[in-house]
């Protein structure tokens, strides 16, 4: 009723539904603890109740952190198990990023670091992709696209650092770019 043309569902960087998903922090006994089952069912619930009142065309996301990055916790053979099953219950694309649950997790940040957990979902579990994660330039993100290790490419610091970063990509790319008449001196001086 908002008006929304997708819907993602967070289940990544510690959030509730990563708690469920991580051993790392679930540490149940019911049913939504112990087993790969158990403890991704409450998303699968979540995600069938959803899916059940948004508009059958309306695209699901759902977020996943691909591993935990600490041995015996969350990984990416569960999430690309996870994601296959998601897809079964009418998920369209995994938003692929990692880590989130544990503040002593090592996590080797340089540029693109979570592109290659997200090709492994994409060919392993047979699902759309979102690449993200230290993608900062136009090329970098049209080379994971092109090159078919994600579907998309989302971008969030990228766009805080410099708002004009979609006309840039398009004047990149397609070596033109229509800037709507207000905000053409403020392009034109930040090129």
Do not use: C
């Amino acid at each position: 009723m908002a008006g929304f043309d997708v819907v993602e569902i967070h289940a990544a960087h510690g959030y509730l539904l990563h708690q469920f998903l991580s051993p790392f922090s679930n540490k149940r006994t019911d049913g939504y603890g112990g087993s790969f089952e158990n403890r991704t069912r409450f998303l699968g619930q979540v995600v069938t109740r959803v899916r059940e009142v948004i508009p059958d065309d309306a695209p699901l996301f759902v977020r996943l952190s691909a591993t935990d990055w600490i041995p015996g916790a969350w990984s990416l053979e569960d999430s690309t198990r996870l994601a296959g099953d998601l897809k079964l219950h009418g998920v369209d694309l995994i938003d692929v990023s990692s880590g989130g649950i544990a503040a002593n997790a090592e996590i080797p940040l340089e540029r693109g670091y979570q592109v290659p957990f997200s090709r492994h979902i994409r060919d392993n579990a047979d699902i759309l992709t979102a690449a993200v994660g230290l993608i900062t330039d136009v090329d970098q993100a049209e080379d994971v696209v092109a090159s078919g290790d994600a579907d998309l490419v989302f971008l969030g610091r990228a766009f805080l650092r410099d708002p004009y970063w979609p006309l840039r990509a398009q004047a990149t790319l397609m070596h033109e770019v229509y800037v709507p008449a207000p905000y053409r001196s403020a392009f034109a001086t930040s090129r």
